[in-house]
Every structure is written in structure tokens, then in C-alpha cells.
T-cell receptor, first 114, second 116 residues
């Protein structure tokens, strides 16, 4: 597609449920990043991949959060046993991954935990 | 880890005037890249301008330009002839050149208001 696509755009779920957030990067982009962004704040790094390899997951808050990119393209961020504090905008970005190439962001998934 | 600091949470500018948003960063690396992103109320993230650390010449994109001071680790964004559509959050970002360092580091943002 023309840009980074994230789905769903909005997700409302009850505390304790598992959620899976999907990111479809720009075709050919090697690097894929997940961020969490609170209102009025900058993107908070969660994890990133080069191809299918997870290069850095130091930003994942705890072991309820995991991400995968099994074929080096689409990625899924999974949050298990959701808590209210997990409510935020979750953003995906992709990049060619070299040099001065910027990140291209998706429109995000707004997650609300009731 | 690198840190990026935007010391101005909010700024305002009169329409058609010029405004400068500040950004400083902390790094021990000599090669890296710097970016400014704009986030309007729609909450999209839009690339405004980029700068390679090895280039001495400041990047320019139409009304947007940067003042890159490598020794001072400063990367300010100047917006000339401000327009109402420039109102947004602006984020400064740093990316390492190191092969294993693809991570981007973002500042906390500056909210720009444009006054008609």
C-alpha cells in the first residue's frame, strides 16, 4: 500500500482481555517500529524489527507485551491481560532502515481499556 | 542511550512571522541523523525536515530550515512566514548511524500555536 496501515483504528476492551494490534508497513521497508504515545507526549519506543528479527525490545513495559514479525512484513503487537494503564495510542512506523531515511508512521490504534 | 530534549513545551507565533523551536540532544557518536516531525490535531506524524550530522550545511525545505550546531548538540527548527496550518506538535528525533542502532529517539514535543 501507499503508507503504513494499522488496524484496528480503535479498540475498546475490558480489563483482563488480550488484544492484538496489527501493522502493515510500506512495502520494501526493512525496519518496523512500535511506539506508545500518550496525549501531549512524544512517541515512547517499545520495540523494533529489522526484517523478521526483533532487534530491541527494551521498551516493552513488562512481559504482558510482545511483538512479532514472522515473515518480515506484517507485525503484531500483543498485550495480554490488559490493564487500564495500557490505554494509549499505539503507533507503528516503518523505514528503509539505512542512512537518513525517516520513519513513516501509521495513523495508530487508539486502545481503551475499560 | 541518547536523549533528546525539547525545552519549550509551548510556543506561539503571529501569522506570517518567524518562530524557532529548540532541540538539544546528548550523544557520544559522531555520525547520526536528526529529524523534525509535525503532528497536527489529526495526530498523523509528518516528516518536516532531516539533517545528516556529517553535513555542515543546514537543511532547508521551503519555509522550514534548521540551525544545526554539532559541537553544541543543538538542532533548532525555524519556521518562516508562519501559516495557520503550521499549528501542531513538533517533535525532534535522533537516529544513530551505528548498524545496530536503528532506534529513533524522540523529544517530548513543542506545541506551536499560530495566532491569526
Amino acid at each position: 500500500g501507499a503508507g503504513v496501515s494499522q488496524s484496528p483504528r480503535y479498540k475498546v476492551t475490558k480489563r483482563g482481555q488480550d488484544v492484538a494490534l496489527r501493522c502493515d508497513p510500506i512495502s520494501g521497508h526493512v525496519s518496523l517500529y512500535w511506539y506508545r504515545q500518550a496525549l501531549g507526549q512524544g512517541p515512547e519506543f517499545l520495540t523494533y524489527f529489522n526484517y523478521e528479527a526483533q532487534q530491541d525490545k527494551s521498551g516493552l513495559p513488562n512481559d504482558r507485551f510482545s511483538a512479532e514479525r514472522p515473515e518480515g512484513s506484517i507485525s503484531t503487537l500483543t498485550i495480554q491481560r490488559t490493564e487500564q494503564r495500557d490505554s494509549a495510542m499505539y503507533r507503528c512506523a516503518s523505514s528503509l532502515g539505512v542512512g537518513n531515511q525517516p520513519q513513516h508512521f501509521g495513523d495508530g490504534t487508539r486502545l481503551s481499556i475499560l | 542511550a541518547q536523549t533528546v530534549t525539547q525545552s519549550q513545551p509551548e510556543m506561539s507565533v503571529q501569522e506570517a512571522e518567524t518562530v524557532t523551536l529548540s532541540c538539544t540532544y546528548d550523544t557520544s557518536e559522531s555520525d547520526y541523523y536528526l529529524f523534525w516531525y509535525k503532528q497536527p490535531p489529526s495526530r498523523q506524524m509528518i516528516l518536516v525536515i532531516r539533517q545528516e550530522a556529517y553535513k555542515q550545511q543546514n537543511a532547508t525545505e521551503n519555509r522550514f530550515s534548521v540551525n544545526f550546531q554539532k559541537a553544541a548538540k543543538s538542532f533548532s527548527l525555524k519556521i518562516s512566514d508562519s501559516q495557520l496550518g503550521d499549528a501542531a506538535m513538533y517533535f525532534c528525533a535522533y537516529r544513530s548511524e551505528a548498524p545496530a542502532g536503528n532506534q529513533f529517539y524522540f523529544g517530548t514535543g513543542t506545541s506551536l500555536t499560530v495566532i491569526p
